[in-house]
């Protein structure tokens, strides 16, 4: 099993910027993808952005390309969310995901996806 662990959510105006902290434990060295998804009230989870564990490839969503950035630490072993130019509609709980059944590329979709965090607010003011 993999247990994750988020932290760095907050509250921060619209423009400004926040780091989110995945941090892992257990069965580390089986996961071969990580990500990061987002719910907003009354909406369905949505992909954000994910990363392969051993190579760096990422894929992110068109609504945060250019604004967030994610990488991870195999050492430690943590993943990062950099959040940049908020706005508003980033509002949403943030989780962290890992797969550790699916060998290829970072997928955005939540069923591919076995291990979940507990999820941190972020809460962006206009």
């Known amino acids: 099993q993999v247990q994750l662990v988020e932290s760095g959510g907050g509250l921060v105006q619209a423009g400004g910027s926040l780091r989110l902290s995945c941090s892992a434990s257990g069965r580390t060295w089986s996961t071969y993808t990580m990500g990061w998804f987002r719910q907003a009230p009354g909406k369905e989870r949505e992909f954000v952005v994910a990363?392969?564990?051993?190579?760096?490839?990422?894929l992110g969503a068109d609504s945060v390309k250019g604004r967030f950035t994610i990488s991870r630490d195999i050492a430690k072993p943590t993943v990062y969310l950099q959040m940049s130019t908020l706005k508003p509609e980033d509002t949403a709980i943030y989780y962290c995901?890992?797969?550790?059944?699916?060998?290829?590329?970072?997928?955005?979709?939540?069923?591919?996806?076995?291990?979940w965090g507990q999820g941190t607010q972020v809460t962006v003011s206009s």
């Open positions: 990363i392969a564990w051993s190579g760096g490839i990422v």
């Open positions: 995901a890992a797969n550790t059944r699916y060998y290829g590329m970072p997928d955005q979709n939540p069923s591919s996806y076995d291990y």
